[in-house]
């Protein structure tokens, strides 16, 4: 794989569930983009994974160092 783009693989992967589920294809051609679908979800799961671990150490970190304050947003970042 070339240089991990999160977002990109999430389009792909909506592309790939679109068009296994809007087609008519044939089954090798079906089971060629499920593979190639398994293997972007493996990727995004690693990568939130590898994130996940990066907040917790961070988190830590600054609790170690006493620094202990709430989280929150830039003021030029929506709210969810």
């Known amino acids: 794989m070339k240089n991990f783009d999160f977002e990109e693989n999430i389009r792909r992967m909506d592309e790939i569930i679109a ?4 087609a008519d294809m044939p089954l ?3 089971l060629a983009l499920y593979k190639e679908g398994v293997a972007l979800a493996a990727a995004c ?8 671990k990066e ?10 160092a006493g620094e202990t304050r709430p989280f929150r947003m830039r003021d030029d970042e929506d709210e969810f």
Not at 19 to 22: N, S, T, W, Y
Not at 55 to 64: C, D, H, M, P, Q
């Open 19 to 22: 068009a296994i589920e809007g």
């Open 28 to 30: 090798e051609a079906s």
């Open 45 to 52: 799961d690693e990568a939130l994974e590898a994130a996940e």
């Open 55 to 64: 907040v917790l150490l961070l988190s830590k970190n600054i609790a170690k």
